[in-house]
């Protein structure tokens, strides 16, 4: 099974100290059923997506059994959970192995939902068929968008009912991911390792993810240089699509500069900076505007724990951390920018193009316009029938714009090619995601599948898309979203 299906496993986390994690015996389900297969994922690993309908290969999705070469562990890691520091780790996840692709990559394999490990703090280890499915549609949007992320290969439902609120399905879905080391780790190892375990976390994270600057020069000052490179660029396409993480705890920033952990994730409808959807959000410390800075803290969290790495003296490396965690900003706002200039069509940088789209987003603010279809009106050239387009200060603001673009060297086809490019048609408009799901509970996954197909194109402007264009009916409070996952 294990030849013909196409694994190609590897366990190189298991090498680390044993402090690092746990091995952990499967739990078994009653009676699993495949219900979600991403045949894109499968060939990308190089996996025959034929067999992996196979009975055997379910049963590895459900943590029944494991396939040659694979592994039975759980991670441990830490975290700052909306600001307070937690011992955490796999509570409800088992690491199968890493895949090996035909072309020399790897990738975690993991289970989530496959019940109990040491780090599960009193929960039962297992997941809802929503959460899963919400996971699965999200990543994959996310991916499709050309946003870093982690995906999802398989949804397998448990055949048992797993208590919340009410009694649910359960369901386990398998993640890939470049890894799973996350800010967490680290922070783990600098609480409870010793100096050697930190360094060995350190020199596997720079062998795994950044070979290229393993030994040039300061090597840990380079390894946090690297991730903050990545988290800047992560997050300004966060912000440039709308998307809200709803979590964003250390353990939920991937060293590699992934999308990890899709919880109360959601995406904007009508723009507002304040935006949160989260349920535990109360103070709205996740909101949409301070993702960037959430962001930037969480990275100074990363950096304290590298500090006996990058120099024997204390303060020559607080000095060495502050100087790399300062560009963040810098980092972040020129990707932002320069994502911004191409929604609008923008080759070139002139000075006054920050104030041009503040302008527009303050805009948007007050006339409460819809943040994705605002710049798809736009790309079309199409006006709204809303309260933006109809407002004379909107209309003051397109013939600044229309100037700007007069202004560049670059044909009208071009601008708008790249505005095509760079302004998604379509988004997993929460109520759309929430039909799905509820849909698949009840044993109908065509709404999932057609909805995943539409979300795979979001920059193709098809016909098919427009009904997915629409926002969704007004109800009486906010939309909120949980930590189901």
Request: aromatic share 10%.
């Amino acid at each position: 099974m294990t030849k013909a299906t196409g694994w190609n496993l590897d366990n190189s986390y298991a090498e680390l100290p044993d402090k690092f994690f746990s091995i952990i015996d499967p739990n078994p389900v009653v009676s699993p059923k495949l219900v979600v297969l991403n045949e894109s994922v499968a060939t990308s690993l190089g996996l025959n997506a034929e067999f992996l309908r196979d009975e055997d290969a379910v049963n590895v999705f459900a943590g029944n059994k494991l396939p040659e070469g694979g592994s039975s562990l759980a991670q441990a890691y830490a975290g700052h959970q909306f600001g307070y520091f937690n011992m955490l780790g796999d509570g409800r996840a088992l690491m199968v192995g890493e895949q090996i692709t035909p072309d020399g990559k790897r990738f975690d394999i993991q289970l989530k939902g496959s019940g109990r490990t040491p780090y599960s703090r009193g929960g039962d280890g297992r997941a809802a068929l929503g959460p899963m499915l919400r996971e699965y549609m999200v990543s994959e949007a996310m991916h499709a968008l050309g946003i870093p992320t982690t995906r999802s290969l398989a949804v397998v439902t448990t055949g048992e009912s797993i208590m919340r609120e009410t009694a649910l399905p359960g369901a386990i879905m398998t993640r890939v991911a470049a890894s799973h080391l996350r800010v967490g780790t680290f922070e783990f190892a600098s609480k409870w390792g010793t100096l050697d375990e930190l360094k060995e976390l350190a020199d596997y994270s720079l062998k795994r993810h950044y070979p290229e600057v393993e030994s040039d020069g300061n090597q840990y000052l380079n390894l946090l240089k690297k991730v903050i490179e990545q988290q800047a660029y992560l997050i300004s396409k966060w912000q440039l699509v709308g998307f809200i993480h709803g979590v964003m705890n250390t353990d939920n920033m991937t060293i590699s500069g992934e999308t990890i952990d899709y919880g109360p994730c959601a995406f904007m409808d009508k723009y507002d900076p304040l935006t949160v959807f989260s349920s535990i959000d109360r103070e709205g410390r996740y909101a949409y505007a301070n993702q960037p800075r959430i962001a930037g803290w969480n990275l100074a969290r990363f950096a304290e724990t590298l500090l006996p790495l990058l120099h024997d003296e204390q303060e020559e490396s607080v000095e060495l951390a502050q100087e790399v965690l300062y560009g963040f900003s810098d980092l972040y706002h020129a990707n932002y920018f320069r994502g911004m200039r191409s929604k609008l069509g923008l080759f070139n940088e002139e000075k006054e193009d920050q104030s041009l789209i503040e302008e527009l987003l303050s805009l948007m603010t007050t006339y409460k316009a819809d943040y994705t279809n605002t710049f798809r009106s736009l790309t079309l050239g199409e006006k709204e029938y809303s309260a933006l387009f109809e407002a004379e200060d909107f209309k003051m603001w397109l013939n600044k714009w229309q100037e700007r673009k007069a202004r560049q060297s670059e044909s009208i086809e071009e601008s708008l090619q790249l505005m095509r490019n760079s302004n998604p048609a379509v988004i997993p408009r929460n109520h759309r995601v929430e039909e799905a799901i509820q849909a698949a509970e009840n044993g109908d996954f065509s709404v999932l599948e057609k909805l995943h197909h539409v979300l795979s194109k979001p920059y193709d402007y098809l016909p098919e898309q427009e009904e997915y264009t629409q926002l969704p009916p007004e109800t009486e409070g906010p939309y909120r979203t949980f930590c189901g996952t």
